[in-house]
């Protein structure tokens, strides 16, 4: 039977009643701590409601405790976030995501990281995305866009754009919106300025953005929040999950960018201006859909020649704590290999011969053997207090650097993304992004009649399911499609 202690205050008022179940005796038969609740009555609660709760509330936390449920009433949601992405990055979760997880909890912690985990309800979370929703909640609300010729700045000074991204910190697809008067982050256009000794306002012109949080930032924290608690009702902290009774904003469904038949035809005839490298790069990315991150690690050791494919089973990828980094492809589905049309073999053949002739020419310069941290050694100096180790691998990267301490490394991921962004805008062309290629691989495949399982299959998504719900409105146009073509078979009509 559980027992009950009134708590009071200095002027001897009943503030809380502290409700304690017998644990049990260790191995020597000495009493353990007892499992402690504390509960507040709600105020203007009578004498007679105050004892019909406490009595319901002492039954409902003995028959917690003899179910397993161990509440921590002290433990807050803050503490518990900790141990829960500690727990999380230690049983192998991506870099990446332990990253992202890590940059949305300051804000979350500031809104209920002080409740307890036992103590939350779906109202608290409520608020707190009603909260998110509201003006000045961006964390970094500052942009910035460059004002002056950074070009022309940086050739005065006899530095080079990869120098200053390396200096700086930034990617080189950072530099190049700032060449191209883009928008970039304050933080990055404060990197560049102190590289380049000059104050941050005299180079860029500084923009505060004090607009409210978009509906699918504010469901990202719901479900890093959702994580933390679904793993405290697994432990048997929490009897159920509030953030699954919660309601979060919804999210318009955005349809995939994907390139018309017109608009590949042009880019595929500005890539006959381009060098042999870029050219092999777009034309990777169009016919295999694959993302950037596997694009940058694709090793000539993954071409298999006699059968036509290419095995996707690495990843180059960039955070700003480690650097760039080797990876494992982002789900198990995504390790895969993807068969080549006879002319996408006899591309990397000619591709093969200018990648020699450029390693021979570079003699000494080249790195013959490449020194990333890869996902394991990140993970085991973050648990143990150590410098990110580095393993050493040999140098047969499809895509590479040619920084003078760095040729012959692979080719940062930003890059890629930066290079297309350029060369659609030197050749009149829709802007261009990696991930457009992937979709547009897609929807060439759906508007042909293959079929989901096969394209999830080439995308290397985790189930097809995430195929069809991230591509439902190209299917729904495919499907009109084959509805005029069966009009056009059986009644004669011309499509």
Known sequence: MASIRPKKNKNGEIISYEIRVFKGRDENGKQLNPYVKTWKPTPGMTDKQIEKELNKQAVTFEEQCKLGFSLDNRQTFAQYADYVIDLKERNGMKHTTITRYRDMLPRINAGIGHIKIADIRPQHLNNFYKQLSK?????????????????????????????????????????SSCYS???????????????????????????????????????????????????????????????SKATPPKVEKSHPNYFQPEEVAAIRDALENVPMSRKVMVHLLLITGIRRGELAGLRWSCVDWERSQIHICHNILYKKDVGMYTSSPKTDESDRFIKLPAETIQLLREYRKEWLAARSTYGTMWNAYIDLPDEDSIRNAAHNSENTATHSVINDYLFYQENSDKVGYPIHPDSITGWCADFSEKYGLPHINPHAFRHTMASILYFNGMDTISISSRLGHAKPSTTSDLYSHIIKQADERSAECIAAAIFGKKE
């Open 181 to 243: 008067k883009k928008i970039i982050s304050y933080d990055k256009a404060e990197s560049i300025a102190d590289v380049l000794g000059r104050p941050v306002n005299a180079l860029f012109e500084i923009i505060v953005n004090n607009e409210p949080l978009s509906a699918k930032t504010v469901v990202e924290h719901h479900r890093l929040i959702s994580t933390i608690l679904a793993q405290a009702e697994k432990e048997m902290l929490i009897q159920y999950n509030p953030a």
């Open 135 to 175: 003006n000045g909640m961006r964390a970094n609300n500052k942009k910035a866009i460059c004002k002056v010729e950074l070009k022309a700045i940086i050739k005065e000074m006899g530095i080079t754009k990869e120098s200053l991204s390396i200096s700086a910190k930034v990617s080189l697809t950072t530099i």
